[in-house]
Nanobody, 122 residues
Framework: VQLQASGGGLVQAGGSLRLSCAAS????????MGWFRQAPGKRREFVAA????????YYADSVKGRFTISRDNAKNTVYLRMNSLKPEDTAVYYC????????????????WGQGTLVTVSS
């Protein structure tokens, strides 16, 4: 699976962005998809994940209620809608795919996109 993230950019605090992650391959619907982020000088952290069917979603406490993950298996795409953005959301956002292991642990993810930069100004 190859993953291509897009949709990052510069936005003011309180604004919104929608990230997209397009996947190649015919087995996209079998993968749990996740979003992670890495802020400057910090370790990469879990943001959100969605099960293969879309029936289960998971969020880091820091984004719960502001971010929404979704997927369209017909389009081989996963989305991350980010509302009420804060300067501390500034990071490179990565999408990732896994078939097993922990939803929260980045080591469980087998495939990674190249990242898209989100910058939130105060």
């Amino acid at each position: 699976v190859q993953l291509q993230a897009s949709g990052g950019g510069l936005v003011q605090a309180g604004g919104s962005l929608r990230l997209s992650c397009a996947a190649s391959g015919r087995t996209f619907s079998s993968y749990t998809m996740g979003w992670f982020r890495q802020a400057p000088g910090k370790r990469r952290e879990f943001v959100a994940a969605i099960s293969w069917s879309g029936g289960s979603t998971y969020y880091a406490d820091s984004v719960k209620g502001r971010f929404t993950i979704s997927r369209d298996n017909a389009k081989n795409t996963v989305y991350l809608r980010m509302n009420s953005l804060k300067p501390e959301d500034t990071a490179v956002y990565y999408c990732a795919a896994r078939t097993s292991g922990s939803t929260w642990y980045q080591g469980s993810y087998d495939y990674w996109g190249q990242g898209t930069l989100v910058t939130v100004s105060s």
